[in-house]
C-alpha cells in the first residue's frame, strides 16, 4: 500500500468471519447474510481490496468454507481457519502472514460499512505511531454498575467506541499476541496488555457492527418498494383471469396477452423495485408470443430477472378494483398462484378487492383495475 510519505509499506488485513454470529438468530453465520446481493464478509474484503491492501486474510472456520470460503476466494482473499475465540483466530492469522508484512490492519468481517478513509487512517498511523485503532466519540452515557446500583458516571469526554480496524506494526503485534495469552475483547487490549500505547484514529457511527437481529435491518439497507397499476376493458366472448384463476363470469378482460389485470400490477410492482422497465418494454404487446400468454408464466420470468439481479420480492400487497363479480372467494387461490409464480411465500402476498361504489369506467363495468405494491430487497440465503 502506498503512504502519504510515498513509502510502499506490504500491508495485510485480517478479516475475521471465524465466529457463529449466534446473537443474530439467524442460524448460520451472519458473515454469509447477503446485504445489497452480496456475502456481509465480502464487503468486508473489498473494503481492503480497494483500499490497497496488498493482502486480504480471511479467517474462517473449516465449517464454513464451502460456502463463504468459495466468496471470499472469489472477492479476492486468501483464507486461513480461526479458533474458538476472537483472540485465538487473530493469532492463527497473525502466524499466516509472511515475515515481510510491515503494517497489519485486523478487521471483524461483522463490519461490512467500513469506509476506505477509516481504513487508510487506521494504516497512516500505524505506520506514523505504531497503531491506529478506529473509535468513535460515544454518545451514550455510559455508568459503572455493581448489583444495579450506579457507581459512577465516566466522563463522556474521555470514552470512546472502539471499533474496528485496529491497524499495528505487524511486528509489534505479533510480538503482544505472543506474550499474552487468554482472551480478549480486542486487539487493542492485547497491544496494550504487553505494554505497548495504542492510539485512537478516526472512525466512522456507520462502520458498525451486525451482531443482534436489531442490527441486520441496518443491513438490509438495499430494500426498496416498487408500485403498479393496470386497468382492461370488460368485454363479452373472453376468460375473466385474475391472479392467473379462472373466474365464471359473463365478460372477460380484452388484452393482448390473457389481460390478467392484477398479475400486470404485480410484475409491474416487482419490475419498479427492480429499477428495471416496466412490463410494456418486457413483453411488448405487438410480439406475437406474448398473444393469448398466461401473465403467471410472464410473472415467473419477472421473478427471475430479480433473480439475476439478487433480488426478490419479499411482499406482495396488491388491490383489485372491480365492480362485479364477487372475488372474495377466489382470492386465496390467487394469492397462492401469485406467491408460487413470484417465488414468494404464500404469507408474503396479500390481495384485496373493493368496488368504485357505481363511479368511474370500474363502477360502471366497463373494466376492471388492479394497483400493486411491492416490497424488494437482497435474495438472502436461508
Ligand atoms: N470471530 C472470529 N473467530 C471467533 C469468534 C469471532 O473470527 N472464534 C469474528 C466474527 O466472525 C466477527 C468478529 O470476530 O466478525 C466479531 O465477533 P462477534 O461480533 O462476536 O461475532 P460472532 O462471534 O460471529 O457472533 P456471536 O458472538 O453472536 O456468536
Ligand atoms: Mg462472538
Redesign the pocket.
Known amino acids: 500500500m502506498r503512504y502519504r510519505d510515498g513509502t510502499d509499506r506490504r500491508t495485510a488485513a485480517i478479516v475475521?468471519?471465524?465466529?457463529?454470529?449466534?446473537?443474530?438468530g439467524l442460524g448460520y453465520?451472519?458473515?454469509l447474510y447477503m446485504i445489497d446481493g452480496e456475502p456481509m464478509a465480502v464487503h468486508s474484503i473489498k473494503a481492503f481490496t480497494d483500499a490497497g491492501a496488498d493482502k486480504v486474510l480471511c479467517?474462517i472456520?473449516p465449517a464454513d468454507e464451502y460456502a463463504l470460503g468459495v466468496y471470499a476466494e472469489d472477492a479476492g482473499a486468501e483464507l486461513c481457519y480461526?479458533?474458538?475465540?476472537?483472540t485465538?483466530?487473530?493469532r492463527r492469522a497473525l502466524a499466516c502472514l509472511d515475515d515481510d508484512t510491515e503494517i497489519v490492519l485486523i478487521h471483524?468481517?461483522?463490519?461490512p460499512f467500513v469506509t476506505e478513509e477509516v481504513i487508510r487512517g487506521a494504516a497512516e498511523n500505524a505506520a506514523e505511531n505504531g497503531s491506529g485503532i478506529a473509535a468513535v466519540p460515544t454518545t451514550d452515557a455510559i455508568k459503572v454498575v455493581a448489583g444495579g446500583k450506579i457507581l459512577s458516571s465516566p466522563r463522556k469526554s474521555d470514552l470512546y467506541n472502539a471499533q474496528t480496524p485496529q491497524a499495528f506494526r505487524f511486528k509489534e503485534i505479533t510480538d503482544a499476541y505472543a506474550r499474552v495469552s487468554g482472551d480478549y475483547g480486542d486487539d487493542a487490549e492485547v497491544y496494550a496488555l504487553a505494554g505497548y500505547t495504542p492510539r485512537i484514529t478516526v472512525g466512522d457511527y456507520a462502520n458498525k457492527?451486525?451482531?443482534t437481529s436489531a442490527d441486520l435491518i441496518l443491513g438490509a439497507d438495499g430494500l426498496r418498494t416498487g408500485v403498479g397499476y393496470d386497468v382492461h376493458r370488460l368485454v363479452e366472448d373472453r376468460d375473466l383471469i385474475l391472479g392467473g384463476v379462472y373466474i365464471p363470469y359473463e365478460k372477460g378482460l380484452l388484452g393482448h396477452s390473457d389481460a390478467d389485470v392484477l398479475t400486470h400490477a404485480v410484475m409491474d410492482a416487482m419490475l419498479s423495485a427492480a429499477g428495471l422497465p416496466d412490463i410494456g418494454n418486457i413483453f411488448p404487446d405487438n410480439d406475437p408470443e406474448y398473444k393469448g400468454c398466461s401473465s403467471i408464466l410472464m410473472l415467473s420470468h419477472v421473478a427471475k430477472l430479480l433473480k439475476e439481479r439478487r433480488l426478490a420480492a419479499h411482499y406482495i400487497s396488491a388491490v383489485i378494483v372491480a365492480e362485479k363479480p364477487k372475488l372474495a372467494k377466489f382470492i386465496p387461490r390467487m394469492r397462492e398462484t401469485i406467491a408460487r409464480a413470484a417465488n414468494v411465500p404464500v404469507s408474503s402476498v396479500n390481495i384485496g378487492a373493493t368496488t368504485t361504489e357505481g363511479m368511474g369506467v370500474t363502477g360502471e363495468g366497463k373494466a376492471i383495475a388492479a394497483e400493486a405494491y411491492v416490497l424488494a430487497g437482497s435474495s438472502r440465503m436461508r
Open positions: 475475521l468471519c471465524a465466529g457463529k454470529g449466534e446473537r443474530t453465520n451472519k458473515a479467517v472456520s480461526g479458533g474458538g475465540t476472537r485465538e483466530s487473530v471483524d468481517g461483522a463490519r457492527k451486525i451482531t
